[in-house]
């Protein structure tokens, strides 16, 4: 799926998996880019907000006492939810990426 235009190149950024990375770069001129301030806010939230919501859903509605699947739910759920979350914020451009600026990298 497409994430955002390259500002450099002016072609598609985009991507197979649906997981959020800091730092992409674009496929066709090697441009550095990584996750501006806003989206690093999403960046913490997202991986919490799928556990959490895994772990509330599990205790609520899963019948079994087995806690080890009760895990095994959790995590595979959890990691649905992520991918889901990230999708919709590539989607909606709540992600964005910002060209990776020169000074940081000599750091
Ligand atoms: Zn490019």
Known sequence: ????????????????KKFMFTHIKCEHCQTPYELDAKSWKWYMLFPFVSVMFAMFVSIRILPTEDIFLKMLIILGSARLLYRILCYLGFYFHFLNYQVRKKSQEDL
């Open 1 to 16: 799926m497409k994430i955002q235009t390259c500002e450099v190149c002016q072609k598609d950024i985009t991507t197979r």
